[in-house]
């Protein structure tokens, strides 16, 4: 049996409602939604009478158009379905829709091959291969490419119905850079494609930019009582001619992009351009060179870097800089990878040797945020002095970029209980030539000064109360100094004596033991951390180059603090 458009319209309505199984619909409400559904798709506003709806329940309840819908009325009130998952639209196709179907892809398939109707040859494969499947009971033998969790596809007769009948909307999104939604007035012109995800271009005000919105970051959307605003200069055709994908900006010039591609790949973009303008340069035994003319975006970053080691940006500079950055930082996350094994013989030779050092602990992108925010800071901040004690505290950014899961790994490898208890910027300059002796770093900084036996040598700096604790505490502290630059024998790196962290050493003992040993010259990579015990003998030599030497010094102990006594920089990490 035939069904017209508003009673098909009425019918999803009606089925739309019934899944929701969290509110109970009475006739007057079904009547409501389906009057607001005919209103918006169909602009009828006349109403619709109680006698059509309870026809329309009973001819979903039956089987003239193979419903056969399990719908009930509860408390001789409430309508509902009586089996959850039930929906019209999870029905089979009936041999008479299957039918109406077959000839309608007959009549489509003349058309194939006629340079008008190109864009509907998917279409109409897939079609085809839908009816064969239904007809024959069979699987498919065409897989097209779907996404069955892509969100926002809700949207998409919506926002159809929108643009084509002129209407602005209120649309309420969030995109992947905001921390909250929000909703603004749109004027939606296109709905596009691309990788399998839909797009919503338009604009927000009148003479303003064209926008690219994502519908899997838009979480509602409605009807605008605001006038339409019609944009006559924007032409779909003609405003994505010179990018890949969406990322579109208005008036920005296209490049002439050259890629040189080995020989493994250069049938896979031969076969399958990057885009329209694309032109094939030279030929050469190892691969080879093609041209695009498209804007620098997102997506043709994305193209380039799904081929890996495959492609290689000639030109423009920009892009083959920007290519070469993100490829760094790529293998960064590979190279900060750090296993159990490495933690466990990091624990050990720090217990037995008093030192460790752990390359690659942080990504390039993570040093290059902790410096920026330390520079920063002290222009604005200047001191003669090399070291800035509590430094976390003066820069509380730094928290999110030094404890990442590779720091808390280590914390919590050595002690997990620890937490922080000191932290102490170092930056050695080009121009500086300053050294420190040999030592033993002794004291704890706390926040009152209060006389406590066991405690001596109280002194107070910069605001900060240091004092000598018991040797028992000195041997549950351990450090980290996390290098922001690369640290050598030439611009300061610390000269250790592995192993003199047992005890807690005199003038004489320091003396005999520097003088008898050789010592161990601790270089370490920017990113990377040198895990030390206080009691451990280091010292650090005058500098012969002109390169900086950053270092953030954080200590960490689960020793608390005797009645009195408290840690000035406690806090909790993991």
Not at 101 to 117: D, M, P, R
Not at 300 to 307: A, S
Not at 552 to 569: M, R
Request: glycine fraction near 4%; proline fraction near 4%; include cysteine.
């Amino acid at each position: 049996m035939p069904v017209n458009r508003n009673a098909l319209i009425r019918f999803k309505t009606i089925d739309k409602c019934l899944q929701n199984h969290y509110r109970k619909w009475t006739l007057e409400d079904l009547i409501d939604e389906c009057s607001e559904a005919l209103y918006e798709y169909e602009g009828i506003d006349k109403g619709i009478s109680r006698r059509t709806i309870q026809m329309d329940i009973q001819m979903m309840r039956s089987d003239k158009l193979g419903y056969n819908a399990p719908i009930v009325v509860r408390d001789k009130k409430y309508y509902s379905y009586s089996e959850k998952e039930y929906s019209i639209t999870n029905i089979p196709i009936t041999d008479q829709d299957l039918g109406k179907l077959s000839e309608a892809v007959e009549f489509l398939k003349q058309f194939k091959g006629f340079s008008h109707f190109k864009e509907l040859d998917g279409m109409i494969q897939k079609l085809e291969d839908h009816v064969y499947s239904q007809k024959t009971h069979q699987k498919p033998v065409i897989d097209f490419e779907k996404n069955d969790n892509l969100k926002g596809i809700e949207f998409l007769e919506v926002l159809y119905q929108h643009i084509i009948r002129k209407e602005s909307i209120n649309i309420t999104y969030q995109s992947f850079k905001a921390r909250e939604a929000s909703t603004f007035l749109f004027y939606p012109y296109l709905l596009k494609e691309f990788r399998n995800r839909w797009f919503l271009v338009g604009s927000q005000k009148k003479n303003s930019a064209i926008l690219t919105l994502a519908l899997d970051r838009t979480i509602a959307i409605e009807k605008s009582e605001h006038t339409f605003y019609e944009n006559n200069n924007f032409d779909a055709d003609t405003f994505f001619k010179d990018a890949i994908g969406v990322s579109v900006s208005p008036g920005l010039e296209p490049q002439n992009v050259l890629l040189f591609v080995n020989h493994y790949h250069a049938p896979y973009v031969l076969t399958k351009p990057f885009h329209p303008s694309q032109k094939l340069v030279e030929k050469t035994a190892y691969g080879v060179i093609i041209s695009l003319t498209v804007q620098h975006n997102f997506e043709l970053e994305k193209e380039i870097l799904g081929m890996g080691e495959g492609i290689k940006v000639i030109a423009p500079e920009k892009l083959k800089r920007t290519i070469k950055e993100r490829l760094s930082s790529s293998i960064d996350l590979y190279n900060t990878e750090i296993n159990e094994s490495n933690l466990l013989n990091t624990s050990r030779k720090l217990e037995h040797k008093g030192y460790s050092i752990l390359n690659c602990v942080y990504t390039q992108r993570e040093i290059n945020k902790m410096r920026a925010l330390t520079d920063n800071y002290f222009k604005s901040n200047p001191s003669k002095h090399f070291a800035k004690r509590k430094v976390l505290q003066c820069i509380p950014e730094l928290k999110n970029h030094l404890f990442n899961e590779n720091f808390k790994k280590i914390i919590r490898s050595i002690n997990e209980n620890a937490f922080l208890s000191k932290s102490i910027y170092f930056d050695k300059p080009a121009d500086a030539n300053w050294y420190v002796t040999w030592h033993q770093d002794v004291p704890i900084n706390v926040k009152k000064k209060k006389e406590t036996k066991g405690y001596s040598g109280w002194t107070s700096k910069d605001g900060v109360i240091g004092v000598c604790p018991p040797e028992e505490i000195s041997k549950n502290i351990f450090s980290m100094r996390i290098h922001l630059d690369d640290t050598t024998a030439e611009n300061g790196a610390l000269k250790i004596i592995p192993g003199s962290h047992n005890k807690r050493l005199s003038t004489e003992e320091t003396q005999l033991i520097t003088t008898n040993c050789i010592p161990t010259t601790c270089e370490v990579y920017a990113g990377g951390i040198q895990l030390m015990k206080p009691l451990l003998l280091h010292s650090s030599a005058k500098s012969t180059n002109a390169k900086k030497r950053r270092v953030i010094h954080l200590e960490f102990t689960s020793a608390e603090l005797p009645k009195g006594l408290e840690w000035e920089e406690k806090e909790i990490i993991i």
